[in-house]
Nanobody
Framework: QVQVVESGGGLVQAGGSLRLSCTASGLTFDDYAMGWFRQAPGREREGVSCISWSGGTIYYADSVKGRFTISRDNAKDTLYLQMNSLKPEDTALYYC???????????????WGLGTQVTVSE
């Protein structure tokens, strides 16, 4: 059974940093593109950043370019998201997903965690 577990969320002031982690078990981690998605109240889930199985191709949403960095460690079956210069509009539930599209196309992601909450205060 596939399990995806996110961690690292929390409450931070604007301008601060957080590092999210995601571990996946029950699947061959390096067979999959992995990604971070977020969903704010009243809004649809959106792709934040996704990375190919090798790490050679990376996508960032325009809203996070230059502030967020995605990486993966296939030896540890772990995905990371370093978030710097956080803004209140980054507040959302952040999900880790496993799928087949490096450009964060939602319909191509099959495996999801329960999410970790990120709250950025003014």
């Amino acid at each position: 059974q596939v399990q995806v577990v996110e961690s690292g969320g929390g409450l931070v002031q604007a301008g601060g940093s957080l590092r999210l982690s995601c571990t996946a078990s029950g699947l061959t981690f390096d067979d999959y593109a992995m990604g971070w998605f977020r969903q704010a109240p009243g809004r649809e889930r959106e792709g934040v950043s996704c990375i190919s199985w090798s790490g050679g191709t990376i996508y960032y949403a325009d809203s996070v370019k230059g502030r967020f960095t995605i990486s993966r460690d296939n030896a540890k079956d772990t995905l990371y998201l370093q978030m710097n210069s956080l803004k209140p509009e980054d507040t959302a539930l952040y999900y880790c997903g496993g799928g087949s599209n490096v450009y964060c196309r939602l319909s191509s992601y099959n495996y999801w965690g329960l999410g970790t909450q990120v709250t950025v205060s003014e």
